[in-house]
């Protein structure tokens, strides 16, 4: 039995790599298999977040703080006009602060900063497009993100570790009945990849938090026209989100007989 567990042992740790997160005292001393299962899935992104920073910086402070607030005020009309999700619109309190730069290698004070972040999320390209075209950046109204999401996420991911549950179960049963063992029963399960010292470091499993967020990208495209010529508009492209979940799950095993 010492050798098949052993045997057992050499096939599986061929596709591992070490992670973030020990998990060695989690390891039994029993035959056992550990097995890896995972779900995933692409979708297309269906709201559209923007993030704004808002500044000006001013000798007077509170000149500085009332032009703040009005570009708040007409960007939260813009959001409002524009159909921001409901409950996406965020404002942040004001950030106030002193305001330097340095001329002749020294600090030189050159006001007060004052500056607000202001978030929606919009159901469209297109209504986010709108906004940027109304919107009408500067060095004190500045795009500082644009993020796509899926609305459904919490209940995909759900569904996505449901499948991979059910994978490290069906792993199980084929390795076990390939090595002519039968599975005892479930001994730990976990969405983090246990760490290993066994000094094997061949293959990979995914690290804690890969979930294919390289998929997820809004890009901008456009071009500039000279001054007597009319710019081109710019266009917003979303690209799909995949969203990945891993199942690591440890089951006992014993001989067939």
Do not use: C
């Not at 299962?37 to 509170?62: H, W, Y």
């Not at 500085?64 to 607030?69: D, F, G, K, N, T």
């Not at 599975?183 to 983090?192: A, E, F, K, P």
């Amino acid at each position: 039995m010492k050798l098949l567990s052993a045997l057992l042992w050499s096939s599986l740790l061929a596709t591992m790599a070490p992670s973030a997160w020990a998990q060695a005292n989690t390891i039994p001393s029993q035959p056992h298999l550990l097995v890896k299962g995972q779900g995933s899935r692409t979708v297309m992104p269906d709201r559209f977040g923007l993030q704004l920073n808002i500044e000006e910086t001013d000798m007077d402070a509170d000149a500085a703080r009332r032009r703040v607030q009005d570009n708040v005020a007409r960007v939260l009309a813009l959001f409002k006009q524009h159909k921001a999700v409901d409950g996406s619109v965020r404002a942040d309190n004001l950030r106030i602060g002193p305001a330097t730069r340095y001329e002749q290698n020294r600090q030189v004070f050159i006001g007060t900063r004052v500056s607000r972040q202001l978030r929606a999320s919009f159901a469209s390209v297109k209504a986010m497009q709108d906004v940027l075209g109304a919107l009408k950046a500067n060095e004190n109204v500045q795009v500082s993100s644009l993020a796509p999401t899926y609305s459904g996420e919490v209940a995909l991911r759900r569904e996505l570790k449901g499948e991979a549950a059910a994978q490290t179960r069906e792993s199980a049963q084929g390795l076990a009945k390939a090595y002519g063992t039968r599975v005892r029963g479930l001994y730990s399960i976990s969405d983090v990849a246990p760490d290993f010292a066994y000094g094997i470091r061949a293959g990979q499993w995914p690290q804690q938090g890969e979930d294919g967020g390289d998929l997820d990208r809004i890009s901008v495209t456009g071009s500039y026209a000279p001054a007597s010529a009319p710019a081109e508009p710019e266009s917003i492209e979303a690209g799909p989100i995949t969203y990945t979940e891993n199942v690591y799950a440890i089951f006992l095993i014993s001989d067939g007989t």
